[in-house]
């Protein structure tokens, strides 16, 4: 199935008892196809956060764009989402940097689809500010502010602040879904040990997540 057939598809589905119905012996499993944090973390009040933890470059998280949008475009008033991009070495900084420079300027969510093009489809690494600059110019974000805004004090302090949360969360891998400050999941964590195609993988992940977020309301 194509990713763009298999988005639709998973848009169209309802959220409430999906995980239920999706996953084999009764639904999702602690331990097989989700883990619990051994430290909750504190919450938003009236909400329940959804981290979606990714990286430009991860092929997988690439395959997981289009499901993980058409999901968090159908989420209830109390669910949050949000992305947050991990770097587990130091030459993924500068990916990182990219995303919380043009979350500043408020250009992310639109120029997302094109990076993620550029980066695997057309083999462009976008690995440091000036290529990022001149990449970006042609999707109208200006190269001055671009740059004003990658070296500021304030992305720095997102990027710091995306490597706490990554370690609270205890991410080893992306792309990972935290729920809640409890609970974390992931396509490779709810395949429960199974090898499954890429897009069951992500439906099981999503399935996992909607029953983690009504095991959270049930528990309020």
């Known amino acids: 199935m194509k990713r763009r057939d298999f ?3 998973l848009a169209a589905a ?3 008892g999906a995980a239920t119905a999706a996953l084999a012996q009764g639904g999702p499993v602690e331990g097989r196809h989700y883990r619990v944090l051994s430290k909750p973390l504190p919450g938003q009040p009236g909400k329940i956060e959804v981290v979606e933890f990714f990286w430009y470059g991860c092929p997988h998280c690439y395959a997981f764009e289009d499901s993980i949008e058409a999901w968090s475009k159908q989420l209830p008033a109390d669910v949050a989402f949000r992305k947050v991009h991990v770097a587990f070495r130091a030459q993924l900084k500068p990916h990182q940097r990219m995303f919380y420079a043009l979350e500043a300027l408020g250009k992310e969510a639109t120029a997302r689809p094109a990076i993620f093009k550029a980066m695997h489809q057309q083999g462009q690494a976008l690995d440091d500010p000036k290529t990022q600059a001149k ?26 602040q995306a490597e ?31 090898q499954l195609p890429e897009h069951e993988l ?6 996992t997540t909607n029953f983690l ?4 309301r049930n528990k309020a």
Request: glycine share 12%; proline share 4%.
């Open 7 to 9: 988005a639709s598809l």
């Open 14 to 16: 309802p959220l409430a």
């Open 135 to 160: 990449f970006l110019a042609n999707l109208g974000v200006d190269a001055a502010k671009y740059q004003d805004a990658y070296n500021s004090f304030g992305v720095q302090t997102k990027c710091t």
């Open 164 to 194: 706490k949360l990554s370690e609270a969360y205890n991410i080893d891998g992306v792309p990972t879904l935290g729920i809640g400050g409890r609970f974390l999941t992931s396509p490779s964590i709810a395949a429960g040990g199974q």
């Open 202 to 207: 992500h439906g099981r992940a999503l399935q």
């Open 213 to 216: 977020l009504q095991r959270i």
